[in-house]
């Protein structure tokens, strides 16, 4: 057996269907496309969500709600979270780059603390912002909060 010798199995490969090229292929004339429409002619693309002149989904569904565009959005961190954090590592101080680097958080988030869970141990937490019940919660501990 030689390279020069291989070809595919008997059966296994087809030639494509040649189309518009005359009468005399079987497939000439509109060249499969049928008669009229905007899938017969040339340039033809279907939009997205077309749904053949019937009012698409996406302008049939009713909207509401309002998102603004200057909104914040803040990654939520539990106190149950930082005093894991707190007696894994045995940190005195959590800081936001603290939080990147044990994996709470990541380096473009801007992060929250919240009230959730209990925190027994004393600790200076820094933080884009602050719920209320965590502030208090920090400061019955012994702790400190600074928003950066």
Same mark, same amino acid.
């Given at each position: 057996m030689?390279l020069?010798?291989?070809?595919?199995?008997? @059966?296994?490969?087809?030639?494509?269907?040649? =189309?518009?090229r005359?009468?005399?292929?079987?497939? +000439?004339?509109?060249?499969t496309? @049928?008669?009229?429409?905007?899938?017969? $002619?040339? @340039?033809?693309k $279907? &939009? !997205? *969500? %077309?749904? @053949? *002149?019937?009012?698409? !989904?996406?302008?049939r569904v009713p909207? %509401?709600? %309002?998102?603004?565009l /200057? $909104?914040v959005?803040f &990654?939520?961190?539990?106190l149950?979270?930082?005093?894991?954090?707190?007696?894994?590592? /045995? !940190?005195e101080? =959590?800081?936001?780059?603290?939080?990147?680097?044990?994996g709470i958080a990541?380096?473009n988030? &801007?992060? &929250?603390? !919240?009230?959730?869970?209990e925190l027994?141990?004393?600790v200076?937490?820094?933080a884009h912002?602050?719920s209320a019940?965590?502030?208090e919660?920090i400061?019955?501990?012994g +702790?400190?909060?600074? $928003?950066?």
């Open positions: 030689k020069h010798t291989l070809k595919p199995a008997e @059966g296994s490969t087809k030639n494509r269907k040649r =189309i518009g005359g009468p005399g292929s079987g497939r +000439g004339g509109t060249s496309r @049928g008669h009229k429409g905007a899938k017969s $002619r040339s @340039g033809y $279907r &939009k !997205l *969500g %077309f749904e @053949g *002149g019937q009012m698409p !989904l996406q302008r909207k %509401f709600g %309002f998102k603004s /200057n $909104r959005e &990654k939520p961190v539990n149950d979270t930082l005093q894991q954090l707190a007696t894994e590592y /045995n !940190l101080t =959590i800081d936001f780059n603290a939080m990147v680097s044990h990541s380096k988030d &801007k992060v &929250k603390v !919240l009230g959730g869970g027994t141990s004393k200076s937490v820094s912002s602050f019940s965590a502030v919660s400061e019955k501990a +702790g400190s909060v600074n $928003r950066i």
